[in-house]
Each structure stands twice: as structure tokens, then as C-alpha cells.
């Protein structure tokens, strides 16, 4: 996804965080409830609270056109994130994400709004993507930086949405837990 096709998306995503702000809608024990959202061409999925319009998981959050096998993931880089990308700039390097038993290159981006951020693209019948649904964990190895997000409660809320999410991206014929051939 180029810079200037990720500008609406921004903007999207911008427009759903001020929209569940001020929302009211049932939520999971403990406040926070994965949401999938239609934004022109396709569907975000992030993490929302009701008090608190923000992506506290991390502040990952995932993006696909529907029916097109593919999510990206996309993730806010903390300091030790950044520092991460610098040593693969410096080493002239692929910027590699380590998902399990799979691989994805990370594309590095800035942001206005949120600074630096990056984001990899997956199968949307990965068997990592599968786990997640069914776990609520976001886990993977960025060069030195090991993510390990949904370790608690706030990460189980709303599984069904993430579920909802994955059948959106499928490609058509490809059912949940089958891998399309390749």
C-alpha cells in the first residue's frame, strides 16, 4: 500500500476512533470489545473501550479489502520498536517479521498523527491469523522486539468480531481453518 493510498485510511481510521468515542454499545466485562468497521474500499478491525477511543493492545490493528485473502497488520512502533527499524536501516537489511512458522517483511511508514508505525501483510487463513481469532493473542518477533500482546481478559472480548473480520477477508471458497492451495 503506497503512502498516498494509506492517507484515506488514516483518515478513516481517524473517523471510527472519534465515532466509538461517542458510542454506546454493550461491551465486554471489562470495557473493551474488538469492532469491525466498513471504510471505503474495506474493513478495519481494532480494539475500542467505552470510555477510551484508543487501541490499548498495543495499538495494532488490521486492515483488508474483502475477499481478498490478505489482511494487513499494522502496529504504532513504541521506542524499541524504532529502534528496531533504525538497526535494519543500518544494517541494510529486510525489516523481517517472524509470525510462527511464516515470514512477512515490514513496511515502515510515518504518520502525523501517530509517528512511526509499520505494517506487514499476512494470509487471511494463516494459521497465526486462526490463532488470534480463537485466542485473542497477537504475538510475532520483529528482529530483536517480541510482541506479545492479549494476555488478558481485554483481548478475548469480542472474538466473534475478529471472526466476523476473517470471513469478510477470505477469499471466495476458502472456509474458515482450510488452507487455500498455493
Do not use: H
Not at 503512502?3 to 478513516?12: F, K, M, N, V
Not at 543500518?90 to 509499520?118: C, D, H, M
Amino acid at each position: 500500500m503506497s503512502r498516498a493510498s494509506a492517507w484515506p485510511l488514516r483518515q478513516g481510521f481517524a473517523a471510527i476512533v472519534l465515532a466509538f468515542a461517542c458510542s454506546s454499545t454493550s461491551y465486554g466485562e471489562d470495557g473493551w470489545q474488538w469492532r469491525v468497521s466498513k471504510i471505503s474500499d474495506g474493513r478495519l478491525l481494532l480494539a475500542f473501550t467505552e470510555t477510551e477511543a484508543t487501541d490499548e493492545l498495543g495499538t495494532v490493528w488490521f486492515y483488508c479489502q474483502p475477499a481478498s485473502g490478505l489482511i494487513d497488520v499494522f502496529s504504532a512502533a513504541n521506542d524499541r520498536e524504532r529502534k528496531v527499524l533504525a538497526d535494519f536501516i543500518r544494517s541494510n537489511t529486510y525489516p523481517k517479521v517472524q509470525l510462527e512458522a511464516e515470514a512477512s517483511i515490514a513496511e515502515p511508514s510515518f504518520s502525523e498523527a501517530g509517528g512511526w508505525e509499520y505494517r506487514f501483510q499476512i494470509s487471511a487463513d494463516s494459521a497465526w491469523f486462526n490463532k488470534f481469532k480463537q485466542t485473542g493473542r497477537i504475538g510475532f518477533k520483529f528482529g530483536s522486539f517480541v510482541a506479545d500482546y492479549g494476555r488478558d481478559p481485554i483481548a478475548r472480548s469480542g472474538l466473534k468480531k475478529v471472526a466476523e473480520f476473517q470471513a469478510q477477508c477470505l477469499k471466495p471458497g476458502t472456509s474458515e481453518g482450510t488452507k487455500a492451495q498455493r
